[in-house]
């Protein structure tokens, strides 16, 4: 298992943390996930990270936040506000849960069974469109437990101290997300 190795002072790397991860292993970070898939992966509880206050100068949260009920998106939002050096970067991406929905209910029903788990068709609602709503749900850490329109997420990332905040409308996995750049205050 990886572990957390704290910079000294005279060391002018930049501390890049990968939250999340999966099987998305980044070079450049410290790659972090509650299921860790190799030895390169840190283990820890995103809600409840190991790192000091002030530690790093970006942290990536990418197709993750979506994976938390709302009070522990609330609670990981505010641990990558706490974890961030002053001035440093956090970028979420979440689905465009708006978007989502409007694929989801725009697309017909298929007129067999069809598994879920297993299936990224756009040709119906019940692939690519229910995962992007509920995730592909193959392991625990697979369901989606909330959603985030630009306006939520904007405001949710000012609620937990970040002054400025960028939001973009970026495709990725399939469908259409949400991009923010979130800089914590000097």
Known sequence: MASINTLTAGQAR?????????????????????????????????TDLSFPEDYADEILLSHVLEHFGYSEGVVLL???????????????????VAWCCAQFLG?????????????????????????????DQHNPGLFH?????????????????????NIEYVPSH????LSAKAQKAA
Request: proline content about 7%.
């Open 107 to 135: 697309a017909p029903e298929p007129n067999q069974y069809t598994d879920p788990r297993m299936d990224y068709s756009t040709n119906h609602r019940w692939g690519l469109w229910a995962q992007s709503l509920w995730g």
């Open 14 to 46: 930049a501390v890049r943390l990968n939250l999340g991860c999966g099987s998305d292993i980044k070079s450049g970070y410290i790659n972090v996930d509650k299921f860790p898939c190799s030895s390169e992966v840190v283990e820890a509880d995103l």
């Open 78 to 96: 505010a641990e990558i506000h706490r974890v961030l050096k002053p001035k440093g970067i956090a970028v979420i991406e979440v689905p465009d």
């Open 174 to 177: 399939g469908v259409q997300c």
């Open 145 to 165: 437990k909330w959603g985030y329109t630009a306006h939520r997420l904007l405001h949710t990332l000012s609620h937990v101290g970040f002054p400025t905040v």
